[in-house]
C-alpha cells in the first residue's frame, strides 16, 4: 500500500478553477492506479476520475465531464485532479484513492485512501 496526502482545497465562487493534488509515498507509485473521490454532506461518496498507472486511460464521472482532469506525474508521485467551471454542487470533500488494480479504484474498493480535502463552492 501507498499512503496518501491530498492538498489544494479551498473555497472558490462558481465558475472557478482549483487544483487538487495527492501526492504519495513509496517508491512503488508507478504501478498503481489511481482515483479522485468526493463526499457531500448526507450523500454517499462517489467517483470523479480514476487514471490508470501509466496515464494512458482515464475515467469520468458523468457530472464532471468536460470540466475535470485527473493527471498523474509519477515522477513526483503525484496525482492532480483540475477542475474548472465549479458549481455549488461540487462541494464535498474530496479523497484520491490508490490500487493496483484499476478496476478496484473505479468501485471505490481500493486498498489506499488519503485524509480527504475540502472544497467549497460558494454562488
Known amino acids: 500500500q501507498v499512503q496518501l496526502v491530498e492538498s489544494g482545497g479551498g473555497l472558490v465562487q462558481a465558475g472557478g478553477s482549483l487544483r487538487l493534488s495527492c501526492a504519495a509515498s513509496?517508491?512503488?507509485?508507478?504501478?498503481?492506479?489511481m482515483g479522485w473521490f468526493r463526499q457531500a454532506p448526507g450523500k454517499e461518496r462517489e467517483l470523479v476520475g480514476a487514471i490508470t498507472w501509466s496515464g494512458s486511460s482515464t475515467y469520468y464521472a458523468d457530472s464532471v465531464k468536460g470540466r475535470f482532469t485527473i493527471s498523474r506525474e509519477n515522477a513526483k508521485n503525484t496525482v492532480y485532479l483540475q477542475m474548472n467551471s465549479l458549481k455549488p454542487e461540487d462541494t464535498a470533500v474530496y479523497y484520491c484513492a490508490a490500487d493496483r488494480i484499476f478496476h478496484k479504484v473505479r468501485v471505490g474498493d481500493g486498498g489506499s485512501w488519503g485524509q480527504g480535502t475540502q472544497v467549497t463552492v460558494s454562488s
Open positions: 513509496g517508491r512503488t507509485f508507478s504501478s498503481y492506479a
